[in-house]
C-alpha cells in the first residue's frame, strides 16, 4: 500500500495495476447487490441479446477505483470525495485481466484533493471504462 502525503503528490504522476474478474467476483458481487438481471448471470439470455458470454456489471469493474485510491494513489491516506465514470464498452469474464490507471491531472492546495483521471482497460488495450476521481489526502 502506498502512503503518498498531499506534498508528495504531483501533475502527472502515475499508478497502474491490473484487476482480474472472475466468475467467483461475479457471484461474490450479485450477493452483495442482489442485482439479478439475467444479463449478468444467463448466458443464454446474453447470447439472444447479441454478446457470446453474460456481460461483467459495471459496478464490479469500476470497484477497482477503490483500489486505485486506497492502495496506490494515494493509498493510506485517500478519501473519495466523487467518482464519474462513463463506461465505453461491456466486460466480459473473457476481457480480463482488466488494466486500471490513474493520473493525476490537478491539485487543490486549499482542501488537499487531487484529482485524477482513470481509464479501465480490457486485457487486448481496449478502454472500458473513463472517468475522473476527487480524492482527499487526509494527511
Partial sequence: MNEYKYEDIYKGQVEEFTFEITQEKMKQ??????????????????????????VVYGLLTTSALS??????????????????????????????????????????????RITIKVTISDKNG????RGKMQIGVIC
Fill in 126 to 129: 481496449a478502454k472500458v471504462c
Fill in 29 to 54: 458481487f450479485y450477493s452483495i447487490s442482489g442485482d439479478k438481471n439475467p444479463l449478468h448471470t444467463d448466458a443464454n439470455y446474453a447470447k439472444s441479446k447479441g454478446y457470446d458470454e453474460v
Fill in 67 to 112: 483500489t486505485l485510491a486506497g492502495v496506490y494513489l494515494p493509498g493510506k491516506y485517500s478519501l473519495i470525495h466523487s467518482v464519474e465514470i462513463s463506461y465505453a464498452k461491456p466486460v466480459f469474464l473473457s476481457s480480463s485481466p482488466l488494466k486500471v490507471k490513474g493520473e493525476v491531472i490537478e491539485k487543490d492546495d486549499r482542501f488537499s
